[in-house]
């Protein structure tokens, strides 16, 4: 019962259809080292660079420090902070050609696998986000993140496909009149697909690859972001004699 529930609910999500035409082709490669302090505190540090593929008209490099903390054997919490540098030479604004930006996120995740009897085959992430993001040059923003991701636990330890959902909401959306009718701006409820593959080279280095789809539900068109990451995960930091 409890795995046809579960599936009754990924079918539901997968249902969720794309609206809009297809955008631009966008990149994301990104360079993680994990540390560990104890068995419950970990943190991550990461550098990424994002590009629009298809027209080469945006950058940026982004600074990202992640910390997980397991209080218990399937919940964990997660504060992120991130800084974003991107080269405004293809919007000159203030005189300037830099433009900055800084987020900051707290997550609870909690791991439904054994509640739902699928353990022995998937490992299971639901995530829900808090996130404040502050602008240079416009206002800043409040969203609310909630994301299901799904693992499959193979034979082989040298592949683990994957793939996410996501719903992003932002909270500060305005509305006005404008010729009797209400205009709302600030809106954004976007659904994010990925599906990817994580290659484990070996027990402390893993490559990630995978397609992310970025569905804005709006007429503005979807993005297609082609997303590499490379890991090292460093253990403990400090060991006890």
Not at 218 to 229: C, R
Request: aromatic share 16%.
């Amino acid at each position: 019962m409890r795995k046809i529930l579960f599936l009754c609910c990924i079918s539901l999500l997968v249902k969720q259809s794309a609206h809009g035409q297809i955008g631009d082709w966008q990149s994301r490669f990104g360079l993680e080292a994990g540390f560990k302090l104890s068995k419950k505190i970990s943190f991550d540090l990461g550098i990424q660079t994002r590009s629009n593929l298809t027209e080469s008209s945006y950058s940026s490099t982004n600074f990202s420090i992640q910390a997980y903390y397991q209080f218990l054997k399937n919940w964990k919490l997660d504060f992120a902070y991130r800084n974003s540098i991107q080269p405004n030479e293809f919007a000159y604004l203030d005189g300037n050609n830099l433009n900055f930006r800084n987020r900051g996120q707290l997550a609870l995740h909690y791991d439904p696998s054994k509640l739902l009897d699928v353990d022995k085959f998937l490992d299971l992430d639901l995530r829900s986000i808090i996130q404040y993001e502050q602008f240079q040059y416009k206002r800043n923003q409040w969203y609310w993140r909630n994301r299901i991701s799904l693992e499959a636990k193979l034979k082989s330890k040298l592949l683990r496909p994957y793939i996410s959902i996501e719903m992003l909401y932002r909270f500060n959306q305005y509305n006005y009149f404008m010729d009797n009718a209400l205009v709302t701006q600030g809106l954004m409820n976007e659904f994010r697909y990925i599906g990817g593959i994580k290659f484990n080279v070996n027990k402390k280095n893993t490559i990630n690859a995978a397609l992310m789809f970025r569905d804005y539900r709006t007429q503005k068109p979807s993005n297609p972001i082609l997303l590499i990451t490379y890991s090292h995960d460093f253990g403990r930091i400090f060991k006890s004699k």
